[in-house]
């Protein structure tokens, strides 16, 4: 799923500041990139904006 179609921000209040993929990276991430299984974020926002982020993104269904 792209971040767009993730909505991170808009749901939980935490901000994509970086994508860490097998090696490279992606710094400040446009709302089309596409995360990839393995992934590791880099997020900001307050705790309970992070912690949400992590639930949303654990309980995520992968791209089709």
Not at 2 to 10: I, V
Not at 21 to 44: F, I, K, N, S, Y
Request: aromatic share 0%; net charge neutral.
């Amino acid at each position: 799923k792209s971040l767009a179609a993730l909505n991170l921000r808009g749901q939980t209040g935490a901000t994509v500041l970086a994508i860490a993929r097998r090696g490279a990276g992606v710094l400040g991430p446009t709302a089309q990139e596409v995360l990839q299984e393995g992934d590791m974020l880099a997020l900001a926002g307050t705790k309970e904006a992070v912690e949400a982020a992590k639930v949303l993104l654990a309980n995520s269904p992968p791209a089709e």
